[in-house]
């Protein structure tokens, strides 16, 4: 029969596996630094150490069969606590944690604290834990979640250990999508493409119509840079416009879209093609670019992106690349 103590989790196998052993030899640390982008699994991982630790089975921890796991399942679990905050993490939070685990674990003999974005706490904050890290109570374990580490100071994550999780691979992303979700393998890896490989990012999108709508909006937009005039073509203001929150997004689309005309300009080969789904029009603005033009245009789009991060005028930031794109694909 299947192991199922620790539920997989997609991706983030080996690091379970791990975690496993150390639990099943109770040998479980006072701090964990769980560091990963979002949408890796984070709180789940974090969710299956707590279940491991406060695990009353004799054998495989956790086990999934006694009161403290299905207390877990449930939701409803006393000595496992999740803090995570709207906005900053203050030292006030911290006290709260610190004074709660004065008190002794009254069901079962552990107590997990679960700090989910640990970046956001203050120094003040951070100093406050730190204390707690360094004289922990015998009975207390806490996880620090982050998506990055170096908001923390050094002597904070010095006395956790950390824990990376690691990117999932396209192709795993790819057969989990098509295996478990049943959808086609076009669209897996499309949104495995889109993912960063984050499973979590991946099923979001999956789901995410406004998402696909704009990503169809973006491709046709990068036929009308071929067809269409440039009075014609600054009309695609509009979209942009209405898509003003989702702006950094719609040139990372573009920026693949153009990544796949290049490999396929150069290789011929369609299965290195992120948009494999409109490998029609791949094949149509490959034929009628120039393999220069097309890096030209990627470097257009790179552009445009960082200008952003300058604060320069949005409408003239993008009016200006819809015009500079334009001039290199002219046929
Ligand atoms: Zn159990």
């Known amino acids: 029969m299947m192991d199922m103590a620790f539920e997989a989790i997609l991706g983030q196998e080996r690091l ?7 639990l099943n030899r109770q040998q479980i640390s006072h701090a964990y630094l769980l560091e990963g982008e979002k949408g890796l699994g984070k709180r789940k991982v974090a969710y299956e150490i707590a279940k491991g630790i406060c ?19 449930h939701g409803n679990h006393p000595e496992v606590k999740w803090l995570q905050e709207e906005t900053s993490i203050k ?35 951070q100093n406050a834990l730190l204390k707690t890290l360094e004289e922990p109570p015998e009975y207390a374990t806490i996880l620090l979640l982050t ?24 192709e795993k992303i790819q057969n989990y999508l098509v295996g478990e979700k049943g959808i086609t393998l076009e669209e ?25 709508n704009r990503r169809k909006e973006t491709i046709r937009m990068t036929r009308d840079i071929m067809d269409k005039n440039t009075i014609q073509l600054l009309e695609t203001m509009n979209f942009f416009n209405q898509e003003k929150d989702n702006i950094e997004e719609i040139l990372e689309i573009m920026m693949g879209w153009y990544r796949d005309l290049l490999i396929y300009k150069d290789t011929k080969k369609k299965e ?35 200008n952003f991060r300058s604060n320069v005028n949005f409408q003239l930031n993008l009016e200006v690349m819809l015009l500079d794109l334009k001039q290199k694909a002219k046929i």
């Open 272 to 306: 290195y093609t992120i948009n494999i789904d409109e490998i029609q029009e791949i094949f149509y603005q490959a034929d009628k670019l120039i393999l220069k033009n097309i890096k030209e245009m990627i470097l257009i789009i790179e552009r445009t992106k960082n």
């Open 147 to 170: 998506t990055n580490a170096v908001g923390l100071l050094p002597t904070i994550t010095s006395r956790c250990q950390r824990l990376k999780l690691l990117p999932v691979s396209m």
């Open 91 to 125: 030292i006030e939070s911290i006290r709260q944690i610190q004074k709660n685990l004065q008190m002794k674990p009254y069901e079962g003999s552990k107590k997990v604290y679960i700090i989910c974005d640990a970046e956001k706490m203050t120094i003040q904050a």
């Open 188 to 212: 897996a890896k499309v949104m495995a493409a889109f993912s960063n490989g984050a499973i979590g990012k991946a099923l979001q999108l999956m789901e995410d119509e406004a998402f696909k």
């Open 16 to 22: 379970i596996e791990n975690l496993k052993k150390a």
């Open 55 to 73: 695990c009353r089975g004799e054998e495989k921890r956790p086990c999934n069969e006694c009161t403290s796991c299905k207390k877990l399942q």
